[in-house]
């Protein structure tokens, strides 16, 4: 690999042609510049100038050289510049959250991508362990996590609460006893039984014995499709309210009536140290704002 130092001295020694102003303008001796000189000719193997009298001359070689160390200062100069940019609507942002969250956030998100071409958005549905996992190794920029997670190389800021619900179809009753419940069927979900066992556990705490004693009508784990069984009446399953929000009829489903309000606390989650360009910062609050107007909304009884 060429000396980059010895190039640039060639380089200033090629605009000069004289040793003297050479060394004046990077601050060398002038026995450097010549020194510099004869190893970057030792390294190339050929001669780089010829004198004519007081002319200095490139050799073919010499021009050769030179437009390769100028090839390389527009390179590096071009890496500079780039690294200085850091811009809003250009770059790539990462982040995870779940099933119920990315349908929510999603459509702000492909809105945002019309407005900027350059930017890249990777959203990942993932469950809670993946999405500390991913923000601990840096896979993800970001991740929105149900619950304060406990891990001294991750911050949080706390974005709100997200409802749990008991959905059915909107032909049944407002209020459902358990054994209405076991009758009718669980659409199970990857986590529909920790939503069960936060949700029933409480509201039913005499008859509900587990997850594991449900009766199970039906198991789908595309969450953009679990409540299409729950609005033509085939079961009932539990979501949060975001997952509800997000869901495209609406008005086939209803939220049963629960003595005893069930929330999850939602946190933005990040390594501690990582340094964050504009663009993740955007996407962050982003996330924040429709999770903000969203979460907001009265509690469905």
């Known amino acids: 690999m060429i000396n980059p130092t010895w190039l640039r001295t060639f380089e200033t020694l090629s605009e000069e042609r004289h040793f003297t102003r050479t060394a004046r303008r990077l601050n060398m001796t002038?026995?450097?510049?010549?020194?510099?000189?004869k190893k970057l000719e030792q390294?190339?193997?050929?001669?780089?100038?010829?004198?004519?009298?007081?002319?200095?001359?490139?050799?073919?070689?010499?021009?050769?050289?030179?437009?390769?160390?100028?090839?390389?200062a527009d390179e590096e100069t071009a890496l500079l510049e780039s690294l200085a940019i850091d811009r809003a609507d250009a770059g790539q942002v990462s982040f995870a959250c779940s099933g119920s969250l990315a349908l929510l956030l999603y459509p702000a998100i492909t809105e945002?991508?019309?407005?900027?071409?350059?930017?890249?958005?990777?959203?990942?549905?993932?469950?809670?362990?993946?999405?500390?996992?991913?923000?601990?190794e840096g896979r993800f920029d970001f991740g929105?996590?149900?619950?304060?997670?406990?891990?001294?190389?991750l911050v949080s800021q706390a974005l709100g609460r997200d409802q749990l619900c008991l959905l059915t179809s909107a032909q049944c009753e407002p209020s459902m006893?358990?054994?209405?419940?076991q009758d009718l069927g669980l659409i199970r979900h990857p986590d529909a039984d920790v939503y069960a066992d936060r949700v029933l556990s409480r509201?039913?705490?005499?008859?509900?014995?587990?997850?594991?004693?449900?009766?199970?009508r039906s198991y789908i784990n595309q969450i953009n499709q679990i409540l299409d069984?729950?609005?033509?009446?085939?079961?009932?399953?539990?979501?949060?309210?975001?997952?509800?929000?997000?869901?495209r009829n609406k008005v086939r489903l209803r939220s049963v009536h629960l003595r005893v309000r069930v929330d999850q606390d939602l946190w933005l989650v990040q390594r501690k140290?990582?340094?964050s360009p504009l663009c993740v910062k955007v996407i962050a609050d982003l996330c924040r704002q429709v999770l903000t107007q969203s979460l907001q909304a009265p509690s469905m009884t």
């Open 30 to 37: 002038q026995p450097g510049v010549t020194q510099h000189l």
């Open 43 to 72: 390294q190339v193997g050929h001669p780089l100038f010829t004198r004519q009298g007081q002319d200095m001359m490139l050799t073919p070689q010499g021009k050769a050289v030179l437009a390769y160390a100028r090839r390389q």
């Open 112 to 136: 945002r991508l019309a407005s900027a071409p350059e930017l890249q958005v990777m959203l990942e549905a993932a469950p809670e362990d993946a999405i500390i996992k991913g923000v601990l």
């Open 144 to 153: 929105l996590s149900i619950g304060q997670p406990r891990h001294f190389q």
């Open 177 to 181: 006893t358990f054994a209405m419940l």
């Open 203 to 216: 509201n039913f705490p005499e008859e509900y014995s587990g997850a594991s004693d449900l009766s199970v």
């Open 229 to 247: 069984p729950v609005s033509q009446g085939l079961g009932y399953t539990i979501l949060p309210w975001s997952g509800y929000q997000a869901y």
């Open 273 to 275: 140290g990582r340094t």
